[in-house]
């Protein structure tokens, strides 16, 4: 149960940040936001305030905020049509009643002409039976009604297109961007809570029935020399250690005012097909604002790092397909890292927060990346890309992200149950 929750919460927190960042900025910039979802599928539930539907679907898979003008709209008006009008006080069409025109006794009802929704925000047509064609003005904020389902026109100017390429390029980066900034700030809390590792080769703690404990390392004790060479930081220590396993080392550690010669044998230990040598002890940690701060940026760049590395091995082959997670795997992992402590599940979800603004950044159809490198052609072109072929592009690359997360989450159920 308590991995469960635990999931639950960390998806949820990831997801939010990042379709955040998407909705703050398109707000910003006055871009109409029709959705705000974490999660794809049906909805599992669903609250509209002011213009945008807020809701929690059934698949944790992501999320989306959808902004008007991103995919085609919804409902076009065509000549000849016939629909209901309702209006304001101030005399605009305020609904435009798509169907079920029978429901809605007090609906003017009409023969379209013409309509333009997007810019001159008028209706031309006639009344049924009558020759006198007729202009009807429309408020920016009317509604379609289709279906008993009220859906907002989108006037150009609140549509994603009619944006700036700089704020079209800003929304669409300000998800990822997002998930970078959580990331460095759960990084500030855990310097702020457990401290910040010491530079120097501190001992915080000695592990039970280590080698470390059987060869006389107390707590505090800080490592100035291995063999014949000096130390003078943790990763020196640390690195020392690991490449020599099974083998004894001389050290001498300075204990209050007294230098101790100490001599250990690090135990071998296994670690992604590497042996590698530990002897059982953990950093000294620092509690200190001015420390957490450069320790959160730090952290935050080196696990950017680490994953880009990884991810430049999975392009040029070094790791398969099947050394991929998807959500199951993720599951699986929380459930071992739940089981650490809250600071290691607090660590797991920024290494998660960093890996999705990679990802999203990824120059891939239907990602962040995929139509930020649409907004960079049409910076080079001087024009868009036609809608009706980017669009193409986004939906094969959106089957196929779907088809790879159907082979990845197989993989995860085949490595837990089979």
């Not at 930081?233 to 690991?242: A, K, L």
């Not at 135990?267 to 590497?274: A, E, F, L």
């Amino acid at each position: 149960m308590n991995t469960i929750i635990a999931f639950i919460l960390m998806f949820g927190l990831l997801v939010f940040v990042h379709e955040f960042g998407h909705f703050i900025i398109a707000k910003r910039a006055g871009m109409l936001v029709r959705e705000f979802a974490i999660g794809f599928g049906p909805k599992i539930f669903s609250h509209k305030k002011t213009e945008t539907l807020y809701t929690v679907r059934l698949l944790p898979i992501g999320g989306y905020v959808r902004v008007a003008g991103e995919d085609p709209e919804i409902i076009e008006l065509k000549p000849g049509q016939h629909i209901g009008l309702e209006f304001n006080q101030e005399g605009a069409v305020n609904k435009i009643i798509v169907n079920n025109k029978s429901k809605h006794p007090q609906a003017r009802v009409i023969e379209v002409e013409h309509a333009d929704l997007d810019h001159r925000l008028i209706i031309e047509g006639y009344e049924i039976d009558e020759e006198e064609k007729l202009t009807f003005p429309i408020d920016p904020k009317a509604d379609y009604v289709m279906d008993e389902i009220e859906t907002q026109i989108a006037p150009y100017d609140r549509q994603f297109a009619s944006k700036t390429l700089p704020q079209r390029a800003m929304q669409l980066f300000a998800g990822p961007l997002m998930n970078f900034l959580l990331a460095a700030v759960i990084f500030l809390l855990l310097g702020l809570i457990q401290g910040v590792p010491a530079d120097k080769a501190i001992i915080g703690n000695v592990v039970s029935d280590s080698p470390a404990e059987e060869a006389g390392f107390q707590d505090g004790d800080e490592v100035v020399q291995i063999g014949e060479t000096s130390i003078s930081t943790w990763d020196e220590f640390t690195e020392i250690v690991r490449d020599h396993p099974e083998e004894e080392l001389s050290m001498t550690v300075q204990r209050s005012n007294q230098q101790v010669e100490l001599e250990v044998v690090p135990r071998s230990q296994v670690t992604q097909d590497v042996e590698i040598g530990q002897i059982g002890v953990q950093a000294y940690f620092e509690k200190s604002l001015f420390k957490a701060v450069p320790y959160s940026i730090n952290q935050t760049y080196e696990w950017t790092k680490l994953i880009l590395v990884n991810l430049s091995k999975l392009v040029t082959g070094q790791f398969s397909l099947d050394m991929l997670s998807g959500p199951v795997g993720i599951y699986d992992a929380t459930d071992q890292v739940v089981q650490t402590g809250i600071l290691n599940l607090l660590m797991w979800t920024s290494a998660l927060s960093i890996n999705l603004g990679i990802i999203n950044l990824l120059p891939l159809p239907a990602l962040d990346g995929g139509r930020l490198l649409f907004v960079g052609i049409e910076a080079v072109r001087g024009k868009p890309v036609d809608p009706h072929k980017e669009g193409i592009v986004h939906f094969v690359g959106f089957a196929l992200l779907m088809l790879l997360m159907i082979v990845v989450t197989w993989n995860d159920i085949q490595r837990l149950f089979l």
